[in-house]
């Protein structure tokens, strides 16, 4: 898949996580986000091919399979920031990354951290980018998560 897609699927699944903070889907959490990964895109005229569209259920099921880790996560990296405080579309894009720093093993550190920083660029706030890059690499090192040198 295409870095260009796969931008594509992380700006997906940062709009299914905000939508899902901002007003909870009742019932079944795992079938009513994949029918929101499956149908935003069409709703909201994206430009998301089936294989970005697949990288984003992946990437929606890894933040939402357990959303208190997730939380604990970015709550024990962050300081001097509750995460209720945080702006919500900075809690989303951190809870995207750390649901794939968790889950997602095949995707180097240092993309995931440089992908939600753009996110963070695009959507978030002038101080985003840098909240979100500090947040990351505290919680990969709390994981343990590191890139293998070159």
Do not use: C
């Not at 709009?15 to 990964?37: F, I, N, R, S, W």
């Not at 099921?61 to 001097?80: G, M, Q």
């Not at 753009?118 to 840098?130: H, I, V």
């Amino acid at each position: 898949m295409s870095l260009g897609s796969r931008r594509k699927a992380r700006a997906l699944a940062l709009q299914v996580l905000y939508a899902q903070d901002l007003a909870p889907v009742a019932g079944e959490g795992g079938d009513k986000l994949d029918h929101a990964v499956a149908t935003y895109g069409d709703r909201f005229e994206l430009d998301v091919d089936p294989e970005a569209r697949e990288f984003a259920q992946v990437l929606v099921r890894a933040a939402s399979v357990d959303p208190a880790a997730v939380d604990a996560a970015i709550t024990a990296a962050s300081r001097n920031w509750r995460l209720e405080r945080m702006a919500r579309v900075d809690r989303n894009i951190l809870r995207l990354a750390v649901g794939e720093l968790q889950h997602v093993h095949d995707t180097p550190v240092k993309v995931v951290i440089n992908e939600a920083v753009e996110l963070a660029k695009r959507f978030g706030t002038a101080e985003s980018p840098a909240f979100v890059n500090g947040v990351l690499d505290r919680v990969a090192h709390g994981l343990g998560r590191r890139d293998p040198e070159p």
